[in-house]
């Protein structure tokens, strides 16, 4: 069936430095794709998404890019801060409905 | 503008039991859907609902299933527990439309013993 993967499980950074989680989907008929965030204990927590009209996306210190020669897709944080620290999901919409694919997550730590 | 809400927070239940977990989405959201997420699985569709009728599926089997009602609130029941039911259960909250933001409670945790 349709998947969507990520290339890393973790990722460290320093505190202030950028962020950038990656992801790769193979439904190519997807159109939507969406970011999200989960702390500990809560639910996953909308952050940006992108449709496949666009490769780029920017919202408040983040940017989605969305290649669909390669079907992959990242999150880049900007300037990222210890509250970012948390496990990061990519979603692949499809093109039907409101069934989400989503990748394994990549946990990402920040260092003071 | 209230979130989407699940009930309850926790539960405990012994295998062989059946389980009804709840979700209220948000006003004027007619789309509910039900995921499942483990540390092995991560997170995985169920199903979801759109105007009390089953919209998609998900790969799970039959002791899997769910509702909705006419106010949107929607149920999900699993029967017949098993030990590897043990998980979160995630309700997302959408407007009527695909392709949508899809907004998330903060789950059922469902322990099976």
């Known amino acids: 069936g349709e998947s969507v993967g990520l290339h890393l499980p973790t990722l460290s950074v320093q505190e202030g430095d950028n962020s950038i989680i990656n992801c790769a989907y193979s439904n190519s008929a997807s159109d939507y794709f969406i970011w999200y965030k989960q702390e500990s204990g809560k639910g996953p927590q909308f952050i940006i998404d992108i449709r496949s009209n666009m490769d780029k996306r920017q919202g408040q210190r983040v940017t989605v890019l969305l290649n669909k020669t390669v079907k992959h897709l990242s999150l880049q944080i900007a300037a990222t801060q210890p509250g970012d620290s948390a496990v990061y999901f990519c979603?692949?919409?499809?093109?039907?409905?409101?069934?989400?694919?989503f990748g394994g997550g990549t946990r990402l730590m920040v260092k003071p | 503008k209230a979130g989407v809400t699940q009930t309850p927070r926790y539960l405990i239940k012994t295998r062989g039991q059946q389980v009804t977990l709840s979700c209220s989405p948000i006003?004027?959201?007619?789309?509910v859907s039900w995921y499942q997420q483990t540390p092995g699985q991560g997170l995985q569709f169920l199903f979801e609902y759109f105007s009390e009728t089953q919209r998609n599926k998900g790969n799970f089997p039959g002791r899997f299933s769910g509702r909705q009602f006419s106010n949107s609130r929607s149920e999900m029941n699993v029967s017949t527990l098993e030990l590897g039911d043990s998980a979160l259960y995630l309700c997302?909250?959408?407007?009527?439309?695909?392709?949508?933001?899809?907004?998330f409670g903060q789950g059922t945790r469902l322990t099976v013993v």
């Open positions: 979603a692949d919409g499809g093109n039907a409905g409101n069934m989400l694919t």
């Open positions: 006003s004027g959201h007619r789309s």
């Open positions: 997302a909250s959408s407007t009527d439309r695909g392709g949508t933001e899809a907004f």
